[in-house]
Each structure stands twice: as structure tokens, then as C-alpha cells.
């Protein structure tokens, strides 16, 4: 507290004493927790405190299924020179192992990439820090039918927080360098015939895979981004792996077996073999 003449003082601040009458008030505490929630959800005591002088706060477990740690809240106040006790408010409060929803957070902040579907509507703050005002725009009609027909005609265009913004999502995310497709790649997308590069300010680093092949197709990549379908891939053939098996041209051969005539030999062609052979 600051005084008259400037100095600083220090106030202390008065804790209330519990009010005894009303602190002993515990059934008529629980009475009217009971004509609040319902018969036998309303358990034992675990504790009162003093809110203010003669007004004082019980507490009754909760016993719902649905409610596990939470806990009855009755207030009982007592006028000055009065003993007669007043309920002031039944209240449900969580305790401190009460399931809790989390907390809640404004739908702009809980929006995700991909979150928009089909009909969705999501409209872009007057102050986003991603647009500024176009230079196209103008009070002459003339100028802006003409601009429009130019495809300049936009009231707002990307500030360079939001190309920042985009480029560095873009560059981190799949269709960047860094990505598994890109690492085993045999050249980068700047020397690819499918890579179109984008117009403005972003088409030094970004361009569009025109390959149908490519998982990338239709989406912005960087550069130096890559896969496997590059235009100048050149595929190596395999050597010819030779057979097992002996090859044998039967065309480039002339039989002669009718042609030729066994000579004489010492054993009879008729007689029966040997156990052996003949040596």
C-alpha cells in the first residue's frame, strides 16, 4: 500500500476463523447436498473451511459412478448475533484426482494441417501476418477490370512471412531433400524434365512433378528434392547369364552313321557277355 507521502507499507491480510456454530452445521450441510443431488450420491464428510466471518464451506464425497473425485460443495452462512444458519449454494467441484476435460482452446488454435474438408469453411483474420494488401488494388474500376483480367486482381498476396513460412514447411516436410525417396535418389528435381518451376519469388527453390509415376505428382517440391523416375534415369542393362546346360546344333552336323562299317573283332557279336566286359 502506497502512503501519502510515497512510502510503501505493507497490509496483512486477515484469514478468516471458522465459524464454530456453522462448522458444526454438518447435517444440515448434508441434508441439503442430499435434496440436491439425489439419494446416495452424496457420501461422508471430508472437511470444511471458512470463507469469509460466519460463513464457512462443507465438504461430502461424491459417490456417482460418472463423478469418481469430485466432491459436494455446501456453503452455510450465519448472520452477525444470529444463530440461525442459511444455505447459501450446493455445488459439484472436481477434487484433485476428478477426471477433468482438457482444457478448451479457440478452434483457430486447434486447427491442423489437412483439418479441412469438403464444405468447410475457414476464414483468414483481417491481420494475418501471412498477407498484405496487393499492390493491384485501386479505386478505379477501370484499373481493377483490367487487373482482374491479368489474374492480378487479388486484394491481398503473400508477405514474406508467409512465403518464409511456406518455403521452410515445404522444404522439411516430403517433397524436400530430406526426405527417404530423395536421399536414394540418382540426381536432384532442378535437372528433371518433369520439374516446372513455380512463378514469383518461390520458384528459385520450388517447383511442380509433372511425372504421373512419381508419388510426387501434382505436388510442390524442392530442387534438390528427387526420386527414382528422374528424366535422364538411364537403366543399365544385365549380362547375359550362360546356361548349364550344354547347347548343341543339331543343324551344323551330318550323320554318318549309316555310312560306317564295324571291322572284325575277336568276339562274336552273338556270344553272351562277361561279367566284366571285354578288355
Same mark, same amino acid.
Given at each position: 500500500?502506497? !502512503?501519502?507521502?510515497?512510502? /510503501?507499507?505493507?497490509?496483512?491480510?486477515?484469514?478468516?476463523?471458522?465459524?464454530?456454530? +456453522?462448522?458444526?452445521? /454438518?447435517?444440515?450441510?448434508?441434508?441439503?447436498?442430499?435434496? /440436491?443431488?439425489?439419494? !446416495?450420491? #452424496?457420501?461422508?464428510? /471430508?472437511?470444511?473451511? @471458512?470463507?469469509?466471518?460466519? #460463513? #464457512?464451506?462443507?465438504?461430502?464425497?461424491?459417490?456417482?459412478?460418472?463423478?469418481?473425485?469430485?466432491?459436494? +460443495?455446501?456453503?452455510?452462512?450465519?448472520?452477525?448475533?444470529?444463530?440461525?444458519?442459511?444455505?447459501?449454494?450446493?455445488?459439484?467441484?472436481?477434487?484433485?484426482?476428478?477426471?477433468?476435460?482438457?482444457?478448451?482452446?479457440?478452434?483457430?488454435?486447434?486447427?491442423?494441417?489437412?483439418?479441412?474438408?469438403?464444405?468447410?469453411?475457414?476464414?483468414?483474420?483481417?491481420?494475418?501476418?501471412?498477407?498484405?494488401?496487393?499492390?493491384?488494388?485501386? %479505386?478505379?474500376?477501370?484499373?481493377? @477490370?483490367?487487373?482482374?483480367?491479368?489474374?492480378? =486482381?487479388?486484394?491481398?498476396?503473400?508477405?514474406?512471412?508467409?512465403?518464409?513460412?511456406? +518455403?521452410?514447411?515445404?522444404?522439411?516436410?516430403?517433397?524436400?531433400?530430406?526426405?527417404?525417396? +530423395?536421399?536414394?535418389?540418382?540426381?536432384? &528435381?532442378?535437372?528433371?524434365?518433369?520439374?516446372?518451376?513455380?512463378?514469383? *519469388?518461390?520458384?528459385?527453390?520450388?517447383? *511442380? $512433378? &509433372?511425372?504421373?509415376?512419381?508419388?510426387?505428382?501434382?505436388?510442390?517440391?524442392?530442387? %534438390?528434392?528427387? $526420386? !527414382?523416375?528422374?528424366?535422364?534415369?538411364?537403366?543399365?542393362?544385365?549380362?547375359?547369364?550362360?546356361?548349364?546346360?550344354?547347347?548343341?546344333? %543339331?543343324?551344323?552336323?551330318?550323320?554318318?552313321? %549309316?555310312?560306317?562299317?564295324?571291322?572284325?573283332?575277336?568276339?562274336?557279336?552273338?556270344? =553272351?557277355?562277361?561279367?566284366?566286359?571285354?578288355?
Amino acid at each position: 500500500m502506497i !502512503g501519502e507521502n510515497g512510502d /510503501v507499507t505493507r497490509t496483512r491480510t486477515r484469514r478468516p476463523a471458522v465459524d464454530a456454530a +456453522a462448522a458444526a452445521a /454438518v447435517d444440515i450441510a448434508r441434508a441439503a447436498a442430499e435434496e /440436491v443431488a439425489g439419494p !446416495g450420491e #452424496v457420501g461422508e464428510h /471430508v472437511g470444511v473451511q @471458512a470463507d469469509d466471518d460466519r #460463513v #464457512v464451506t462443507h465438504y461430502f464425497r461424491c459417490t456417482a459412478l460418472a463423478y469418481r473425485g469430485w466432491r459436494w +460443495a455446501v456453503t452455510l452462512a450465519r448472520a452477525s448475533r444470529q444463530r440461525a444458519l442459511t444455505v447459501d449454494e450446493v455445488v459439484l467441484l472436481p477434487g484433485t484426482e476428478a477426471l477433468l476435460a482438457p482444457p478448451w482452446v479457440p478452434w483457430s488454435e486447434r486447427l491442423r494441417p489437412g483439418d479441412l474438408g469438403v464444405g468447410d469453411l475457414l476464414p483468414t483474420p483481417e491481420d494475418d501476418d501471412r498477407l498484405v494488401p496487393s499492390h493491384a488494388a485501386t %479505386d478505379d474500376p477501370e484499373v481493377e @477490370a483490367v487487373a482482374f483480367e491479368l489474374g492480378r =486482381g487479388r486484394r491481398r498476396v503473400l508477405s514474406r512471412l508467409g512465403r518464409d513460412e511456406a +518455403a521452410t514447411r515445404w522444404y522439411d516436410g516430403d517433397g524436400g531433400p530430406r526426405a527417404a525417396i +530423395a536421399r536414394s535418389a540418382p540426381a536432384s &528435381c532442378g535437372t528433371c524434365g518433369f520439374y516446372t518451376p513455380l512463378g514469383g *519469388a518461390l520458384g528459385s527453390l520450388f517447383g *511442380a $512433378c &509433372c511425372n504421373e509415376f512419381t508419388p510426387d505428382d501434382g505436388r510442390v517440391v524442392s530442387a %534438390d528434392h528427387g $526420386c !527414382g523416375a528422374h528424366s535422364e534415369a538411364l537403366v543399365v542393362p544385365g549380362l547375359p547369364v550362360p546356361s548349364s546346360a550344354a547347347l548343341i546344333d %543339331d543343324e551344323g552336323l551330318e550323320l554318318l552313321a %549309316d555310312l560306317v562299317t564295324p571291322g572284325p573283332g575277336s568276339v562274336d557279336d552273338t556270344a =553272351g557277355g562277361e561279367p566284366l566286359g571285354h578288355s
